[in-house]
Structures are given as structure tokens and as C-alpha cells.
């Protein structure tokens, strides 16, 4: 069992729609973090977060410790947002990344 | 400052062959990692390392070394490449050696074994 699960792997989405991905865990960790990796491109931190709620402009991220479980939510989405986002975790120093949302925001 | 650096963008090899993967950071990061990418599996920790001088296994370390002679370089040596090794490489770099820093990655090597 992967200890790092995405759901959806994939997602199609209008533009302007709310769109919500989510992370569950398996390991007791001290940070989550949300990454952005476009088509072809490198990787971009979003969020690391341990607790509570983050907002960076059209996005936010929120996690639950107790239930092992972070949902990264963008609001009016956009084409440009098209990506692959990654949860990673850090149960000690090195991360463990789930397999990816790939996101497709259509005008 | 430009970051986390990796030379070359694209690489193709043939099988045995061996080569070098660069990767350098100028932000005075103490941790540096190597990771893979392929199709369908999440990023795989190769090695890493929390400070010049010292290095370690990560979660698919065969076939592969590193060194970390000073802070900034973090080179990745395939020994005697594989088609396995076909993959995307990236290194990254954090500050300290605790999780709760953001990590920063470079842009990336695609490598094809033959």
C-alpha cells in the first residue's frame, strides 16, 4: 500500500470552476507539501503546511492530522493552471511523494 | 541567485556507458537529494545528503553514486547505465536538514538509455 494516496489521478475541469484535490497518509509526519509540476517543466512548491489552512491567492491548502488528510482546493480555475500537483510528505527529513493529479482546466 | 542548477537538460546514452548528472545549488542549502521520475510512480529518493562531506541511500540508490565535496555541488554518477535508468532526474535542495523547509528543485535532466 502506497503510504501517500491523490485522488483523482486525473481531472478535467471548466474554467472557473472550484476544484478540489485531495491527499491522504499513512505515517505520522512533521510537514505536508503541495507541488505544482507543469507539462515538461520542473517543480514548484506551493504549500508545506503541518497544521490548519494556507491561502496563496486562488489557492489553498488545508490539513487534518488527526484524519491524515490535506485537500489542496483552487477556486476559479483557470487554464493556467493545467498541471500536475503532487503531495509529498516528511514522516523524518526525506519527503514521500504520492503519484500526482493530473489537472485540466478547459476554457 | 540562480536557484538549484542541473546540466544536462537531455541526455542519451547507451547501455554501459557511464556519466555524470551536475546539479548545483547557490542558496547555501545544507540539504541536497537526487529523486527519479518515471511514468506512473511518484518522485523516488535516490540519495541524498544533509551537508558536504556526507551522503546517503535513499530509496533506489543501485546503480547510481554521489559525492558532496562543498556545499553548492551534489553530482549523481550513473556507473554502467541501464535502459532501467531511463527516467527524469531532478535534484533539490533544502535549507537545514529538517522536513519543515520548502524544497526547491531543479529543472530537470530526461535521460534515455539505449
Known amino acids: 500500500k502506497n503510504e501517500v494516496e491523490q485522488s483523482p489521478q486525473n481531472l478535467t475541469a471548466q474554467e472557473g470552476e472550484f476544484i478540489t484535490i485531495n491527499c491522504s497518509y499513512s505515517v505520522g509526519i512533521s510537514a505536508l507539501h503541495w507541488l505544482q509540476q507543469h507539462p515538461g517543466g520542473g517543480i514548484v512548491s506551493l504549500f508545506m503546511l503541518s497544521s490548519g489552512k494556507k491561502k496563496h491567492g486562488r489557492l489553498i491548502a488545508t490539513i487534518n492530522i488527526q484524519e491524515k488528510h490535506s485537500s489542496l482546493h483552487i477556486t476559479a480555475s483557470h487554464p493556467r493552471d493545467s498541471a500536475v500537483y503532487i503531495c509529498a510528505v516528511s514522516p523524518t527529513g526525506n519527503l514521500i511523494f504520492g503519484k500526482g493529479t493530473k489537472l485540466s482546466v478547459k476554457p | 541567485n540562480a536557484g538549484v542548477t542541473q546540466t544536462p537538460k537531455f541526455q542519451v546514452l547507451k547501455t554501459g556507458q557511464s556519466m555524470t548528472l551536475q546539479c548545483a545549488q547557490d542558496?547555501?542549502?545544507?540539504?541536497m537529494s537526487w529523486y527519479r521520475q518515471d511514468p506512473g510512480m511518484g518522485l523516488r529518493l535516490i540519495h541524498y545528503s544533509v551537508g558536504a562531506g556526507i551522503t546517503d541511500q535513499g530509496e533506489v540508490p543501485n546503480g547510481y553514486n554521489v559525492s558532496r565535496s562543498t556545499t553548492e555541488d551534489f553530482p549523481l554518477r550513473l556507473l554502467s547505465a541501464a535502459p532501467s535508468q531511463t527516467s527524469v532526474y531532478f535534484c533539490?535542495?533544502?535549507?537545514?536538514?529538517?522536513?519543515?523547509?520548502?524544497?526547491?528543485f531543479g529543472p530537470g535532466t530526461r535521460l534515455t538509455v539505449l
Open positions: 542558496m547555501n542549502h545544507e540539504y
Open positions: 533539490a535542495s533544502r535549507p537545514g536538514t529538517g522536513s519543515v523547509n520548502e524544497q526547491f
